[in-house]
């Protein structure tokens, strides 16, 4: 699920818990989900000089508040949110200038983020951007080769990924969570998708952690 392939990269990783962010802040932490969870050729945001400086000069800020001894976890926190909020205003002023098919498509990937736990049908997610199902689903194949429903079902088995890995709760918990009526329907549904029951994949997960193959290590990020 986080398995980072460093071969080739270079550039500097941030990675936070969901409950390092103000939980109060319902609208922030929406807006930082939705652009944290896009996929395709939208998950990469394309920084002009003036904004890659600004965000450069917040990044330096925040970690030279990581390496300080001390309580400084009030300090980190606020930087950490301006560092999130000036991204979230580099995606809205990216999208601005697009076709109106890849606006769509963002369109899309927003109003998914926040109902995909409970309308699982294209129709709905049509309706709302004011087009028929069967065009939203040429723009998104043509954008991001995949149906309507495929990326519903992908952000559906990233966030029960998640959940394995990270939540306490057993797999019958989790699974009705993402709105499974019970944990046999759940694991059919994950099975069909990838290959893997919930429980295949926790245990893969589990070794996979053990052995800390290329991934962070638990001191290497901020949490």
């Not at 390496?67 to 980190?76: A, H, M």
């Not at 930087?79 to 769509?104: A, M, S």
């Not at 088995?157 to 709760?169: C, F, Q, T, V």
Request: aromatic share 8%; charged share 30%.
């Amino acid at each position: 699920m986080h398995q980072l392939n460093k071969a080739g990269k270079n550039g500097e990783l941030l990675s936070f818990k969901k409950d390092f962010l103000d939980e109060d802040d319902k609208v922030f932490l929406l807006d930082i989900f939705k652009i944290l969870n896009v996929q395709g050729e939208f998950s990469c945001l394309r920084l002009d000089t003036g904004a890659a400086a600004d965000l450069g000069n917040v990044y330096q800020r925040l970690q030279s508040e990581y390496q300080k001894s001390g309580d400084n976890l009030v300090i980190l926190k606020a930087i950490l949110k301006v560092f999130l909020l000036k991204l979230i205003k580099v995606k809205e002023q990216e999208f601005t200038g697009h076709d109106i098919h890849q606006k769509r498509v963002y369109d899309f990937l927003m109003l998914l983020e926040s109902n995909y736990l409970h309308i699982r049908n294209t129709d709905f997610y049509a309706a709302k951007l004011d087009i028929s199902s069967k065009r939203l689903n040429q723009i998104l194949k043509e954008k991001l080769d995949k149906t309507g429903m495929q990326l519903i079902h992908d952000r559906l088995i990233l966030e029960a990924k998640r959940m394995i890995i990270h939540s306490e709760h057993t797999i019958k918990e989790i699974a009705f969570q993402l709105g499974f009526s019970d944990r046999p329907y759940f694991s059919r549904f994950l099975k069909k998708q990838t290959g893997q029951t919930p429980g295949d994949f926790q245990k893969q997960s589990q070794n996979h952690l053990k052995l800390k193959h290329n991934t962070l290590s638990d001191n290497s990020s901020i949490h």
